[in-house]
């Protein structure tokens, strides 16, 4: 029976694995996390590497964990689903790891064999790339991140014996953990168009890998990018035969369980999120149709942020990833854009302040977490200065935040950060201020990204929040004030991605393979996203016209800065000369 059926969402995202069993009404029955090993080089701030054994083992340990504590049997658990960060996993054809470790480790048989998506290393490999004008550019923003898959692929070919590259396959790291679980080595759309330059329509581009000098690639009919064209599926179909019967002795469940094409872990958030209606007014909203959702923009925001939104036509955005075609809904548009750094530069901004001890001190004595006591330094500061609120206190501190490049709208890796407005303060008042100032940022960079896709076409009203950031209500009403709209937050802002992956897996279990039927596989989808998808909290607008002011005020501050840094470039650029 229905109330019987389970399916397990498994998440990896940037330090942890976490597996949830969710039953049929998308109510979670248990959950459980586990850490992931990263490894950083001490000489290289660029390089970020994980390994896929030392993930595997925590996705065992999760699941095995969410069957024990809800006492279910395997046999009720009817799919299950996987998202990943988009990270290069690499194997040789027996799946063995083949390390990505530069030096002599670099294509040997070795535990490192993950580079992760923050990882910087292929900044000139990129540059090629986008010195060739390809088709496949357009579909990327116009410009191709460092962070994608090609990129780093390249990368190991120029770093790796030419016998030892060829003996390797390449994943998005979603696709490897699918391969992990069935043998079966098909792809997902989602990996292979969001992160490896196939192109929708018309699928590998060979003119492309061969301008690149990746011309084995079209030789061996692209077998280590998983096979020719065709051999790819949307979200949530069903890979191979099941899981294997090593992979199910792994995961404590049954060989032969459903599982379903993989996405990446902002496209979890987009699938756990949207669907839902929200309370307003004590009041829900109407039940959502399938239309409602391209208006709806997906927010998944932990380490770095990811802004999904879909579309039943291509949109085309400077800066900004896509149009991918069929990533989740087939015959149906996705575009993405990024912050690459926002929960990790919140994280920084405070742990590098000289007041940090004190603010620790401060929070262990109120029994309390260091967001509220910055928060209330804030209120204590307000009151003081006699100003209607923080933005107004900070008005003359200006913060531009991508301290670790631009990934959307500008896509330029070089970009940096910076702070206007420094006095000789070093005290946790100031601390305060400069946790403000970023947070304001973060959100005026958010409305770049919206008002550069609603400028090309799309047409967003509300944000729809997942992850850790969603936690923090000062961000979130800075979102809903500085972008005009209203945000929706999930029941439980850390569940909504991993509950995205367990949709998949009902997917897996419920859709008909090879359904020519287009729309009513997409009104199945979305019936299962609704049927799924908790209630979700509404965030509105709430800016007086006097702050609202000073958020246009900054906004323009924030466009100018970009400016301004370009050009500083240029200058410095020609001097070097």
């Not at 850490?35 to 999760?62: C, L, M, V, Y």
């Not at 064209?229 to 949307?234: E, F, K, L, S």
């Not at 087939?330 to 926002?342: H, K």
């Not at 936690?471 to 929706?488: G, R």
């Amino acid at each position: 029976m229905l109330s019987d059926a389970y399916y397990i969402g498994i998440d990896v995202g940037t330090g942890s694995a976490r597996a949830a069993l969710v039953k049929h009404d998308g109510t979670i029955a248990a959950s459980s996390t586990q850490d992931t090993k990263t490894w950083r080089d001490p000489k290289d701030h660029r390089i970020f590497e994980q390994s896929t054994a030392d993930i595997w083992n925590a996705i065992g340990k999760t699941v095995k964990a969410v069957l024990a504590e809800a006492k279910v049997s395997p046999s009720d658990v009817k799919g299950l689903g996987f998202d990943a960060t988009c990270s290069l996993a690499v194997s040789d054809f027996e799946g063995n790891p083949i390390s990505v470790t530069k030096g002599d480790q670099v294509g040997q048989v070795g535990e490192r064999n993950i580079i992760l998506w923050a990882d910087h290393r292929a900044e000139e490999e990129a540059d090629l790339i986008n010195s060739t004008g390809n088709v496949v550019l357009d579909y990327v923003g116009g410009v191709m991140s460092l962070e994608m898959e090609i990129p780093k692929t390249l990368w190991l070919k120029h770093n790796m014996k030419p016998e030892l590259f060829a003996r390797c396959q390449f994943f998005d790291l979603p696709d490897f953990l699918t391969y992990r679980a069935t043998g079966d080595n098909l792809r997902s759309t989602c990996s292979v168009t969001c992160k490896c330059s196939y192109v929708p329509n018309s699928g590998w581009q060979p003119e492309f890998f061969q301008k690149i000098d990746l011309e084995e690639f079209v030789q061996n009919e692209y077998k280590q990018l998983g096979g020719a064209n065709g051999h790819v599926a949307t979200a949530g179909m069903p890979v191979g035969k099941g899981l294997s019967k090593q992979a199910a002795e792994e995961l404590g469940l049954l060989e032969g369980t459903p599982v379903g094409s993989a996405v990446i872990d902002a496209y979890a958030g987009w699938l756990g999120t949207v669907a839902a209606r929200y309370n307003g007014g004590n009041k829900l909203s109407e039940m959502p149709g399938l239309d409602e959702a391209r208006h709806r923009l997906a927010a998944c925001a932990g380490t770095s942020t990811c802004h999904i939104v879909q579309s039943p036509q291509g949109v085309f955005v400077n800066g900004v990833w896509g149009p991918y075609k069929d990533p989740v809904f087939p015959g149906w548009w996705m575009n993405e854009g990024g912050q690459s750094s926002t929960g990790q530069l919140i994280d920084f901004m405070i742990k590098t302040h000289p007041a940090y001890n004190q603010l620790k001190e401060i929070a262990e004595e109120r029994k309390t977490n260091i967001h509220t006591v910055l928060h209330d330094e804030l209120e204590k500061l307000r009151q003081e200065a006699q100003v209607e609120s923080f933005t107004e206190l900070t008005k003359d501190m200006h913060m531009y935040p991508d301290l670790h490049g631009n990934r959307s709208p500008i896509a330029d890796p070089r970009m940096r950060g910076s702070i206007v407005g420094l006095a000789l303060d070093d005290s946790l008042s100031d601390l305060a201020r400069k946790f403000n100032i970023t947070m304001e940022a973060i959100a005026l960079q958010t409305r770049h990204i919206v008002d550069e896709m609603n400028d090309k076409g799309h047409a967003i009203n509300a944000i729809y929040m997942s992850g850790g950031q969603a936690k923090n209500t000062a961000l979130m009403q800075l979102f809903a004030d500085t972008c005009s709209m209203p945000v929706v937050l999930p029941q439980n802002s850390g569940a909504a991605v991993v509950l995205g992956a367990a949709m998949l897996g009902r997917f897996a279990a419920e859709l008909q393979p090879g359904n020519k039927d287009e729309k009513a596989d997409c009104e199945a989808r979305w019936k299962i996203m609704v049927d799924m998808t908790p209630p979700g909290a509404l965030v509105a607008p709430a800016a007086s016209p006097r702050e609202k002011k000073f958020l246009e005020a900054k906004y323009k501050i924030f466009r100018e800065s970009i400016d301004i840094q370009k050009r500083w470039r240029v200058q410095m650029e020609e001097a070097a000369k």
